[in-house]
């Protein structure tokens, strides 16, 4: 009786495991895949990814993730962000302005009176190349 009670135990663990995950993912999808209309990838390879964000005055995006990259602004613009946990932040930025920004999930919308653009430069993870290269002998 015991075997069978653990049996099912770890069974509902591990269905809690795989509902907590499936909903973190559906939380925090990719910025060009569940909202094409802002986001446009104009360029890709094994390292990077870049895309060009433009929203009119007043829209506003779906919750997605970012990882960490660079934001480089066209036109000013003012941003009100919201986070998964409900918080917000508002941000004022310049054309020409750059900055980095760490890996992020955010639901963002333009609260200027002008369309807001960017380039946004997403990095890519990368495998360490040292440790998948012998090492030379006599080092």
Known sequence: ???????????????????IFSAGSAIA?????????????????SQMRVLHISYGPGEKSV??????????FITNGKVKFTFPDGKTKTTT??????IWLPAQTHLPKNTGTKRFELYQIEMKPQIQQMEMKPKPEGK
């Not at 075997?3 to 795989?18: D, E, G």
């Not at 895949?33 to 890709?44: C, G, I, P």
């Open 1 to 19: 009786m015991r075997s069978v009670l653990r049996i099912k135990q770890n069974n509902l663990l591990l269905i809690l495991i795989i509902v």
């Open 29 to 45: 999808q990719d910025a060009a895949k569940v909202d094409s209309n802002h986001y446009k990838v104009v360029f890709e390879n």
């Open 63 to 72: 919750m997605h993730h970012h990882p960490e990259g660079l934001a480089i």
């Open 93 to 98: 930025v310049k054309a020409g302005q750059v």
